[in-house]
């Protein structure tokens, strides 16, 4: 989905297909792009790949 801004509910709902509890998965997306920003952050801290619209949701952003 590069470049596409992905809507947090597209997100959460094919993240939870299995999951008990909605609120669990919520707080987990937001956990898990945590780590992953942070990760990014270390190969790469002068791009935010990441990012988020906001009332869209995420995109994103591939280094020119």
Do not use: M, W
Request: aromatic share 4%; glycine share 4%; with cysteine.
């Amino acid at each position: 989905h590069e470049g596409k801004t992905v809507p947090k509910d597209e997100i959460d709902d094919h993240l939870c297909q299995n999951a008990t509890e909605e609120v669990e998965v919520v707080s987990a997306i937001d956990h898990l792009v945590s780590r992953l920003r942070k990760r990014l952050a270390e190969v790469d801290d002068e791009h935010e790949y990441i990012v988020r619209v906001r009332t869209k949701g995420l995109k994103f952003v591939q280094r020119e």
